[in-house]
């Protein structure tokens, strides 16, 4: 069965500060997909980013960046120099090769004081 | 509209009374799924369709809950007899199979309070 944990339920920090949420998983697949959504105040889903098991080069992207690493089944989200515009829900997500399992972890709820 | 659409936006029914909420997806996409969310929760799954088939139907809640997809587009999620532990945010998503890009897409989804 596919898991995906989140560990960290809440985080709060000051704007300006690195963040990193983390995400593990567990699939027996050896082909697999993983992903991270947003979930702002206003509740729209919004995806960041999707990375293939088969591709274990880290991604950055502006003030994101994603670091997956197979040997520890972890697919961890760093933010950096937060905003309080990150202030969201984080969900990280597990989709097997066929696409009849996605499961969603149970989401970090992110607070970027000002 | 390029997105995932669902209507109604907000719904309050009486206890008791059938609900339908209607996903439409963005077009070409072959997966559809419909997630529960309660509020200050997570997502929890409902139900996937692949085309207008449902291969996985496990996470309907009861059988209160059935849902179903036409035309390889829209699907209808129905909730018989509506309780109030059905209230929560109904999302509905929609990706590719095929292609490399199998990421969900979102609707905003259908707030459904039952009093």
């Known amino acids: 069965a596919q898991k995906v944990t989140q560990a960290q339920t809440e985080i709060s920090v000051v704007e300006k500060e690195d963040v990193t949420l983390d995400c593990v998983y567990e699939?027996?697949?050896?082909?697999?997909?993983l992903f991270w959504y947003k979930q702002p105040p206003s509740g729209e889903l919004v995806f960041l980013i999707r990375r293939n098991s088969f591709d274990e080069q880290n991604e950055i992207s502006g003030r994101y960046s994603w670091n997956f690493q197979k040997s520890t089944s972890s697919f961890n989200f760093t933010i950096t120099a937060s905003q309080v515009v990150d202030s969201a829900v984080y969900f990280c997500a597990l989709r097997d090769n066929y696409g009849q399992n996605f499961v969603f972890g149970p989401g970090t709820r992110l607070s970027v004081l000002p | 509209g390029a997105g995932v659409s669902q209507s109604p936006s907000n719904k309050v029914t009486e206890k008791g009374k059938d609900v339908e909420l209607r996903c439409d997806p963005i077009?070409?996409?072959?997966?559809l799924y419909w997630y529960r969310q309660r509020l200050g929760q997570g997502l929890e799954f409902l139900i996937y369709f692949q085309g207008n088939s449902a291969p996985d139907k496990s996470g309907l809640p009861s059988d209160r809950f059935s849902a179903e997809r036409t035309g390889e587009s829209v699907s209808t999620l129905t909730i018989q007899r509506t309780q109030q532990e059905d209230s929560a945010v109904y999302l509905c998503?929609?990706?590719?199979?095929?292609?490399?890009?199998?990421?969900?897409?979102f609707g905003p989804g259908t707030r459904l309070t039952v009093t």
């Open positions: 699939t027996r697949d050896t082909t697999y997909y």
């Open positions: 077009s070409g996409h072959t997966a």
């Open positions: 998503a929609s990706s590719m199979t095929s292609g490399g890009s199998y990421e969900q897409y």
